[in-house]
């Protein structure tokens, strides 16, 4: 399993379209074949800080979210609306 944590820090002006977005690409997200968990949280100690977690069964699965279109838009997006650049680590996980 692939875990995918990111973040991203919007300008305060730009909360909500961030929020719109972010909730919009996880919905999608989640029905893309591969895809165990897809959120986004809000950081309680910044109300601008988004939070993105990600499970995926494998590598080639994340691969095609990653190529897909509605995903390199939603960065651009995101990129354009944000205090900085997004930030993104991935782990591989064994499930037990």
Request: charged share 30%; proline share 2%.
């Amino acid at each position: 399993m692939i875990i995918v944590w990111g973040t991203v820090e919007s300008k305060p002006e730009h909360r909500d379209e961030v929020r719109r977005l972010g909730l919009e690409h996880v919905l999608r997200s989640r029905l893309e074949s591969g895809c165990i968990k897809h959120s986004v949280q809000i950081d309680v100690e910044n109300e601008n800080r988004f939070v993105f977690y990600e499970e995926w069964q494998d590598m080639d699965a994340l691969k095609i979210h990653f190529g897909v279109p509605e995903s390199t838009q939603f960065v651009k997006s995101i990129n354009a609306l944000a205090v900085g650049k997004s930030n993104m680590k991935m782990f591989n996980a064994e499930q037990r």
